[in-house]
């Protein structure tokens, strides 16, 4: 133990500790409510991206329940961005700026799905959505990796349309089913249940949609998705063949349907029987008029589709 020396003789004794000063008090930040108007604009952005973009998911987004469309809407806005970067470069732009322009959307959504906050306004949308439903990265990397198979590839064999298609479409059903599961008590259980259905729904709208754009992809964009396909070879074995498979996904995806929660089986109930009518009508038409024209379902005969959709369930 030790002792402190005893102080010398006339020694000035030390001062004593300085008084604290109260330190000033500052005030803690005033709560705004600023970041919540950025988001409600940043959602009115995302709406306004499929607005202008997608006349046919507006007629089966409508008969979604809020807040479900509003994040089904931040989904497909992120999906059509990055979808025209591919599709519609700038007249003096070149395949190496779509690439970096691609790049850049995927870091902005890595960082926004991190923090919850992006300059980039759909980019925002999709991330509020994203973390509030539990998106991440396992569904939006092969998402940009089938976008950037677009900028690379002109033709597909079996394993890379696989692998295109997961990306490109069942990842985005995949997507949706989490905003659909959103709040549910059970979400994860019926998650891993509806799955497959979602996956399988994905793939149909995106096979039907390459029949139907056989022509343009091949004419415009240069490509050819289906293996081994070229637009010149299409007949009527052939048309049937990839039909039959679509209709096997539909079918599939019926069953999955049918056990979504009501805020959004209606609507997806009501774009199930849009393209299993497409199908239909693809099954009807000779190939030469495929290769040569974008098959449709008239205003008039959709709205009856989809009453039909609506009173009897899946088609």
């Known amino acids: 133990m030790t002792h402190d020396a005893a102080e010398p003789p006339g020694a000035t004794p030390p001062a004593g500790p300085t008084p ?11 709560v705004t409510t600023s970041h919540l108007l950025y988001d409600r604009v940043a959602e009115a952005s995302a709406a306004l991206v499929i ?11 409508r008969l979604l329940a809020e807040p479900t469309r509003a994040h089904v809407r931040n989904i497909y806005a992120l999906v059509r961005v990055a979808d025209e970067i591919v599709d519609a470069p700038r007249p003096d732009g070149d395949r190496a700026q779509q690439a970096r322009l691609l790049d850049g959307l995927q870091a902005a959504v ?5 923090t ?27 998402f940009f990796a089938s976008m950037r198979m677009d900028l690379s590839r002109r033709v597909h064999d079996e394993e890379s349309f696989a692998a ?5 479409a069942e990842v985005v059903g995949l997507m949706c089913l989490r905003a659909f599961l959103l709040g549910r008590p059970h979400a994860e259980e019926e998650y891993a249940d509806l799955r497959e ?4 729904l994905g793939a149909a709208f995106q096979k039907v949609n390459f029949l139907r754009d056989l022509a343009a992809d091949a004419d415009d964009l240069g490509r050819s998705y289906f293996p081994g396909l070229t637009s010149a070879d299409f007949d009527v074995a052939t048309r049937d063949r990839l039909l039959d498979d679509i209709d096997a996904d539909l079918a599939a995806a019926a069953v999955a349907v049918a056990k979504l929660p009501a805020s959004s089986r209606r609507a997806v109930c009501a774009a199930h029987a849009l393209f299993a009518e497409l199908s239909r009508r693809l099954r009807r038409t000779p190939p030469a008029r495929i290769r040569a ?11 009856r589709v989809i009453a039909r959709a609506l009173t009897r369930g899946v088609a």
């Open 20 to 30: 604290l000063r109260p330190r000033a008090v500052r005030p803690a930040p005033a």
């Open 51 to 61: 607005k202008r973009y997608s006349t046919s998911f507006g007629v089966a987004s």
């Open 110 to 114: 890595h960082e926004a799905l991190a």
């Open 116 to 142: 919850g906050h992006s300059a980039n306004l759909v980019v925002h949308a999709f991330a509020r959505t994203a973390r509030e439903a539990g998106i991440g990265a396992d569904l939006v990397d092969p």
């Open 164 to 168: 295109y298609v997961y990306g490109s």
């Open 197 to 200: 259905g979602a996956q399988r």
């Open 293 to 303: 024209e974008r098959v449709r379902v008239p205003g008039p005969h959709k709205a």
